[in-house]
């Protein structure tokens, strides 16, 4: 990932990525720090998704521009699209960490370690052999009835400040697959303004 000073240094990550998926070409824009604090937007041909976490409460906005708080199941999954800060902090988004051992993942010599998410899922994680960086991450889609299990595989990295960040990203699951390629990588950019929550939800209830 990089050494652990310049890993130290990194508060927060800004991302911008050029996406394909089934229905066609869209865009990503996500900030996220070290507390788990995300702002997540999705432009698509007919919509935008405009969601965020903060504080571990997560929110989005509805096609009306109204707000609504949203379930640890959407939290998860907009956790899961944090690809380039989840990549350097795999410890704090899994737990009980199992090596299991050495083995072959598309053609390339790998470790396997199985580990659990945050919904308590188990997970399974594929590191390069030779690199030491994840190749793959084989974990559970809880808002999904089937198949349940995606894929998200990491095909390609870069050096920002010393650090390695995923630059390129695609996930499998049943016969789709969405490539994420990042076009830009920032660090540390993040302010308070980036993840404030906004208004509306501040006089509203959050769920159970």
Same mark, same amino acid.
């Given at each position: 990932?990089?050494?652990?000073?310049?890993?130290?240094?990194? /508060?927060?990550?800004?991302?911008?990525?050029?996406?394909?998926?089934?229905?066609?070409?869209? &865009?990503? !824009?996500? =900030?996220?720090?070290?507390?788990?604090?995300?702002?997540?937007?999705?432009?698509?041909?007919?919509?935008? $998704?405009? &969601?965020?976490? +903060?504080?571990?409460?997560?929110?989005?906005?509805?096609?009306?521009?109204?707000?609504?708080?949203?379930?640890? #199941? &959407?939290?998860?999954?907009?956790?899961?699209?944090?690809?380039?800060?989840?990549?350097?902090?795999?410890?704090?988004?899994? +737990?009980?960490?199992?090596?299991?051992? !050495?083995?072959?993942?598309?053609?390339?010599?790998?470790?396997? =370690?199985?580990?659990?998410?945050?919904?308590?899922?188990?997970?399974?994680?594929?590191?390069?052999?030779?690199? +030491?960086?994840?190749?793959?991450?084989?974990?559970? $889609?809880?808002?999904?009835?089937?198949?349940? /299990?995606? #894929? /998200?595989?990491?095909?390609?990295?870069?050096?920002?400040?010393?650090?390695?960040?995923?630059?390129?990203? #695609?996930?499998?699951?049943?016969?789709?697959?969405? =490539?994420?390629?990042?076009?830009?990588? /920032?660090? $540390? #950019?993040?302010?308070?303004?980036?993840?404030?929550?906004? &208004?509306?939800?501040?006089?509203?209830?959050?769920?159970?």
């Amino acid at each position: 990932m990089g050494g652990r000073e310049a890993l130290a240094k990194v /508060t927060s990550i800004s991302a911008v990525a050029a996406c394909h998926g089934p229905k066609g070409p869209y &865009e990503t !824009r996500l =900030v996220s720090d070290r507390f788990g604090n995300l702002s997540f937007r999705q432009f698509l041909s007919n919509h935008t $998704n405009i &969601e965020g976490i +903060h504080d571990g409460r997560g929110w989005s906005q509805n096609a009306d521009g109204t707000y609504e708080w949203v379930d640890s #199941t &959407e939290v998860f999954a907009l956790r899961a699209h944090d690809f380039p800060m989840m990549a350097i902090d795999l410890a704090k988004r899994f +737990h009980d960490f199992k090596t299991i051992g !050495r083995l072959q993942y598309e053609g390339q010599p790998a470790v396997q =370690v199985d580990v659990t998410d945050d919904l308590g899922h188990p997970t399974t994680i594929y590191f390069s052999s030779d690199s +030491h960086l994840p190749l793959a991450l084989v974990g559970t $889609n809880p808002r999904a009835a089937t198949p349940p /299990t995606v #894929t /998200t595989r990491f095909d390609a990295w870069r050096s920002v400040n010393g650090v390695n960040l995923v630059s390129h990203v #695609t996930i499998l699951w049943g016969s789709d697959s969405f =490539v994420f390629d990042f076009q830009t990588l /920032t660090l $540390n #950019t993040a302010d308070d303004q980036t993840f404030k929550l906004p &208004e509306a939800l501040l006089k509203s209830t959050q769920p159970n």
